[in-house]
């Protein structure tokens, strides 16, 4: 299971001191040396350990520390060059369903009060995939070429199902889809020809599809299951117009990798 500039790529050598050794250039403390020279270690000036310090080692990896993401873990490790890469349908939430989420969320944290709601809503299509960053435009071609031929279709997200993650690492709370299964299936079995062509991981079997409404960190299904779940149930029948509401219009497939957003339309 389970939107800005793009990054920035370091260079892997020092271009001036490329340019500097070309042009033959004098250094301090080398005691007039040219190229070629080896001068006496002892007329070496040292180099200042807050110089050194300015360089971090460009084998150096990011900090990855839990803390800073609201104690979630990673799938994979964070790697230089590695794009995580993930195919959905987006939903955008309008005011009517915010309301709605404002009274399920609520209702669901006296079970659990580390719940928090999600920043923005979806339909997964695919696991989280790693892309090397000189495969993301081909792999985006090859799904916008299985995509080109899909009608828009509406799909009904409104049955209140608690999920976990494979590591059992965060917990869901989310609405499962009850019509419109067939045809997510088969935007599912087209993005995972693309996953084998890329040889990455294709979809879960038999999935259940839905849209994740808050997480927490942990396994919380023990207390949000049984009682709790027929709660918000109840809470979301009885909502006005959520018939209408949880009804729908699949436009467009969406691929994001880093930050990186690409969208491609249903006809």
């Excluded at 409104?158 to 299936?185: D, M, P, W």
Aim: hydrophobic share 35%; aromatic share 10%.
């Amino acid at each position: 299971m389970s939107a800005g500039p793009l990054v920035g790529y370091s260079s892997s050598g020092s271009e001036d001191e490329d340019e500097a050794e070309a042009e033959g250039r004098t250094w301090p403390g080398a005691g007039g040396c040219r190229r070629g020279q080896s001068p006496d270690p002892s007329q070496r000036f040292p180099v200042p350990d807050s110089v050194l310090n300015m360089f971090p080692s460009t084998e150096e990896r990011p900090e990855d520390d839990s803390a800073k993401h609201g104690g979630r873990v990673r799938t994979f490790p964070h790697e230089r060059g590695n794009w995580a890469t993930h195919v959905y349908l987006p939903y955008e939430a309008r005011e009517e369903f915010l309301e709605l989420l404002d009274l399920l969320l609520p209702h669901a944290q006296t079970y659990v009060p580390r719940l928090v709601r999600m920043e923005a809503f979806h339909l997964s299509l695919s696991q989280s995939v790693v892309l090397r960053h000189h495969w993301i435009l081909p792999f985006v071609q090859a799904l916008k070429d299985r995509m080109a031929s899909f009608q828009r279709f509406f799909f009904t997200a409104n049955r209140v199902k608690i999920y976990t993650n494979q590591e059992k690492t965060r917990t869901f709370v989310g609405l499962e889809v009850t019509s419109g299964h067939a045809e997510c299936l088969d935007l599912v079995s087209e993005v995972d020809r693309v996953m084998e062509e890329f040889d990455l991981t294709t979809f879960y079997p038999d999935p259940s599809f839905h849209i994740s409404l808050a997480w927490c960190v942990g396994d919380a299904r023990p207390q949000l299951e049984g009682q709790c779940l027929q709660e918000l149930q109840e809470i979301l029948d009885e909502f006005e117009d959520s018939e209408m509401l949880l009804r729908v219009l699949t436009e467009q497939v969406r691929c994001k990798s880093g930050n990186k957003f690409f969208s491609m339309p249903l006809k």
